[in-house]
C-alpha cells in the first residue's frame, strides 16, 4: 500500500504558497490605490525686494578735542568734574598766572614809554618844519627828525604788540573747554608741571551726540553694487540705517548716511562708510562695536521662494522641485544667495507663473506623479475605518 503523506504536505505547501501570493497581490493592489502624493505649491512673481547690507562698524564720537596748555607752569587747580557735561569756554585749570601778569604790565609800561617818546619825536619833527623851510636850520636835521618821529611810532606798534602777546599768554593761564561735551579723566593733577610742548594731553573731551559710526565694506561688494545700479538692474536704496549693539538688540534710533570714503585700505580692502546717528541717551559710547543695515539697493524684479522649497545638493548647490507637465515633479537647479525674512531671493533658474513645490518635498523624486494643490490647503486625515465597521456597511 502506497504512503499518501509525501502527497499531503506536498498539497499543504502549495495552499501555503497560493495564499501568500494572494496576500502580494492585495497588498499590491492597496499601494496602487493610494495614488499619488498631494503637494502644496506658490506660483513664482516678481516683486521689488530691498538689497540689504549687514556690515559691522564702531562708534566715533561727533567731535573730539584734547585740552592741551597754551603756556608752561604749574597748575594750580582742577576746575571740572571728571567725567561730566562741559559747555564752550568753560574753565578747566588754572596754571599759576604770575610771571604772566608781570610780563603783561612790563609790556604796557614799555608801550606807555614808547608812546611818550613817539610823541616827543613828533613835536621835534613839527618844530622843525616851518624852520627848514626859512632855511633857519638844515635840511638833513629836518629830515632826521622826521625819521625820528616815523621809528617812534613803529616802536609803540611794536610794544602795542608785545602788550597783546603778553595778555593772550595770560588769559592762556586759564585752560578752557574748546568744544561742548563729556569729559574723562584728569591726566594731569595741582602742583603739576606743564609745558606748551608736552605730547600728553590733560584730558579729552568728546562729543557723543550726535554720534558716528563707521562702517567697512569690501571694495568688491561695493564695485559689484555700483555696476548694478549704473546698467539699470538695481535702482539706489535708502539712506537710513538700523544698528544692532553688541548684546544683540535693536538701537532705538535710526541714522543715515553721510558719506563713503574715496580710497579703499590697502590694508583689509575694504572702503569706510560714515553714518550719523542721534545719541541723546548717550547709549553709545565712542569705540563700540554694533552691526550697521541699510538698504543699500532695490532689486525691482526679485523672485521670492519660501526656505522650506529650497534643497541643498551635495556640493553646496541649491535646488527646488516644480509642479511639471501631467502633475509630475521636476527638479531645478536655482542660484540662492540670500534670504529676506522666511524666503530666499532666487536670482536665477526660474521664471514668473511657474509653480514651486514648498510643501510635501521629502520624499519627492524626479519625474515622480503628484497631486499639486496651493499651498497651506487644508487637508483632511482620518484614521482608516475598522474591518468590522466596513463589514457592518
Same mark, same amino acid.
Given at each position: 500500500?502506497?504512503?499518501k503523506?509525501?502527497?499531503?504536505?506536498?498539497?499543504a505547501?502549495?495552499?501555503?504558497?497560493? $495564499?501568500?501570493?494572494?496576500?502580494? *497581490?492585495?497588498?499590491?493592489? #492597496?499601494?496602487r #490605490?493610494?495614488?499619488?502624493?498631494?503637494?502644496?505649491?506658490?506660483?513664482?512673481?516678481?516683486?521689488?525686494?530691498?538689497?540689504t547690507?549687514?556690515?559691522?562698524?564702531?562708534t566715533?564720537a561727533?567731535?573730539? $578735542?584734547?585740552?592741551?596748555p597754551?603756556?608752561?607752569g604749574?597748575?594750580?587747580? @582742577?576746575?571740572f568734574?571728571e567725567g561730566g557735561?562741559?559747555r564752550?569756554?568753560?574753565?578747566?585749570?588754572? &596754571?599759576?598766572p604770575?610771571l604772566y601778569q608781570?610780563?603783561?604790565d612790563?609790556?604796557?609800561?614799555?608801550?606807555a $614809554?614808547?608812546r611818550?617818546?613817539?610823541?616827543?619825536a613828533?613835536?621835534?619833527a613839527k618844530?622843525?618844519?616851518?624852520?627848514?623851510?626859512?632855511?633857519a636850520?638844515?635840511?638833513?636835521?629836518?629830515?632826521?627828525?622826521?625819521?625820528q618821529?616815523?621809528?617812534?611810532?613803529?616802536?609803540v *606798534?611794536?610794544?602795542?604788540?608785545?602788550?597783546?602777546?603778553?595778555?593772550?599768554?595770560l588769559r592762556?593761564?586759564?585752560?578752557?573747554?574748546p568744544?561742548?561735551?563729556? &569729559?574723562?579723566?584728569?591726566?594731569?593733577t595741582?602742583?603739576a608741571?606743564? $609745558?606748551?610742548?608736552?605730547?600728553?594731553?590733560?584730558?579729552?573731551?568728546?562729543?557723543?551726540d550726535? &554720534?558716528?559710526?563707521?562702517? +567697512?565694506q569690501? *571694495?568688491?561688494?561695493?564695485?559689484?553694487?555700483?555696476?548694478?545700479?549704473?546698467?539699470?538692474?538695481?535702482?539706489?536704496?535708502s539712506?537710513?540705517?538700523?544698528?544692532?549693539?553688541?548684546?544683540?538688540?535693536?538701537?532705538g534710533f535710526?541714522?543715515?548716511?553721510?558719506?563713503?570714503?574715496i580710497?579703499v585700505?590697502?590694508?583689509?580692502?575694504?572702503v569706510?562708510?560714515?553714518? @550719523?546717528?542721534?545719541?541723546?541717551?548717550?547709549?553709545?559710547?565712542?569705540?563700540?562695536f554694533?552691526?550697521?543695515?541699510f538698504?543699500?539697493?532695490?532689486?525691482?524684479a526679485?523672485?521670492?521662494v519660501p +526656505?522650506?522649497?529650497v534643497q541643498?545638493?551635495f556640493?553646496?548647490?541649491?535646488?527646488?522641485?516644480?509642479v511639471?507637465?501631467d502633475?509630475?515633479?521636476? @527638479?531645478?537647479?536655482?542660484?540662492?544667495?540670500?534670504?529676506v525674512?522666511?524666503?530666499?531671493?532666487?536670482?536665477?533658474?526660474?521664471?514668473?507663473g511657474?509653480?514651486?513645490?514648498?510643501?510635501?518635498?521629502?520624499?519627492?523624486? +524626479?519625474?515622480?506623479?503628484?497631486?499639486?494643490?496651493?499651498?497651506?490647503?487644508v487637508?483632511?486625515v #482620518?484614521?482608516?475605518?475598522?474591518?468590522g465597521?466596513?463589514?457592518?456597511k
Open positions: 500500500m502506497l504512503d503523506r509525501p502527497l499531503l504536505l506536498a498539497g505547501l502549495c495552499a501555503i504558497m497560493l $495564499s501568500l501570493g494572494a496576500c502580494a *497581490s492585495k497588498d499590491d493592489d #492597496g499601494g #490605490g493610494r495614488g499619488a502624493p498631494e503637494v502644496g505649491y506658490v506660483t513664482v512673481t516678481v516683486q521689488a525686494v530691498p538689497v547690507a549687514q556690515l559691522g562698524g564702531r566715533v561727533f567731535e573730539t $578735542s584734547e585740552v592741551r597754551q603756556v608752561n604749574l597748575i594750580r587747580r @582742577r576746575l568734574t557735561l562741559v564752550a569756554g568753560q574753565p578747566l585749570y588754572q &596754571i599759576d604770575n608781570a610780563a603783561a612790563q609790556a604796557a609800561a614799555n608801550l $614809554s614808547a611818550a617818546s613817539a610823541q616827543a613828533e613835536e621835534k618844530r622843525f618844519e616851518p624852520l627848514a623851510k626859512m632855511q636850520v638844515a635840511e638833513q636835521d629836518y629830515t632826521d627828525a622826521l625819521a618821529a616815523r621809528v617812534a611810532r613803529a616802536a *606798534s611794536q610794544n602795542a604788540a608785545a602788550l597783546e602777546t603778553a595778555r593772550i599768554n592762556f593761564t586759564t585752560l578752557t573747554a568744544i561742548s561735551g563729556r &569729559i574723562g579723566r584728569s591726566l594731569a595741582p602742583g608741571l606743564v $609745558s606748551a610742548s608736552q605730547s600728553e594731553p590733560l584730558a579729552l573731551i568728546q562729543r557723543t550726535p &554720534i558716528y559710526v563707521d562702517m +567697512q569690501s *571694495s568688491a561688494e561695493l564695485i559689484r553694487l555700483r555696476q548694478a545700479i549704473t546698467s539699470g538692474g538695481t535702482q539706489a536704496g539712506t537710513s540705517v538700523r544698528l544692532k549693539l553688541e548684546d544683540g538688540s535693536d538701537y535710526a541714522g543715515t548716511v553721510q558719506f563713503s570714503e580710497a585700505s590697502e590694508a583689509t580692502g575694504t569706510t562708510l560714515r553714518a @550719523r546717528f542721534p545719541n541723546p541717551q548717550g547709549l553709545l559710547l565712542p569705540g563700540m554694533v552691526t550697521a543695515l538698504d543699500q539697493a532695490i532689486n525691482p526679485a523672485i521670492l +526656505q522650506t522649497a541643498r545638493d556640493d553646496g548647490s541649491a535646488f527646488v522641485y516644480l511639471g507637465k502633475n509630475k515633479a521636476a @527638479r531645478r537647479k536655482v542660484t540662492a544667495e540670500r534670504t525674512g522666511a524666503n530666499w531671493v532666487v536670482t536665477d533658474g526660474l521664471r514668473p511657474e509653480k514651486v513645490i514648498t510643501q510635501g518635498v521629502g520624499n519627492l523624486k +524626479q519625474g515622480a506623479p503628484i497631486k499639486p494643490v496651493p499651498a497651506n490647503t487637508q483632511r #482620518g484614521a482608516p475605518a475598522a474591518k465597521a466596513e463589514k457592518g
